[in-house]
């Protein structure tokens, strides 16, 4: 059992950066080995895809360009750099691990409990 806990949430001006970060507990299996998500959800709706990483990144549509998904295997770690927030990519952000790099939520076999992200205009 893999446990995630996202970190580095909170409220920024539109145009501003933040830095996520997941920590992936010892599952008993290489976290390198694990391809590493993230999703972000409103409420009310569905969750939705942002980026995910085995070796390189895929990204959304939505945040090509702005959002920078890397790991750190000696970490355990995985991050998401967002620069040139908007208002619109205000979400709660959750981590994902399993074993394809899916754009689809139910390719993940663990979840954290997310991180709120609100940007101000």
């Known amino acids: 059992q893999v446990q995630l806990v996202e970190s580095g949430g909170g409220l920024v001006q539109a145009g501003g950066s933040l830095r996520l970060s997941c920590a992936a507990s010892d599952g008993g299996r290489t976290f390198s080995s694990y391809a590493m998500g993230w999703f972000r959800q409103a409420p009310g709706k569905e969750r939705e895809f942002v980026a995910a990483i085995i070796w390189s990144g895929i990204y959304a549509d939505s945040v090509k360009g702005r959002f920078t998904i890397s790991r750190d295997n000696a970490k355990n770690t995985v991050y998401l750099q967002m620069n040139n927030l908007k208002p619109g990519d205000t979400d709660v952000y959750y981590c994902?691990?399993?074993?394809?790099?899916?754009?689809?939520?139910?390719?993940?076999?663990?979840w954290g409990l997310g991180t709120q992200v609100t940007v101000s205009s």
């Open positions: 994902a691990a399993g074993g394809l790099a899916s754009r689809i939520a139910t390719g993940y076999n663990y």
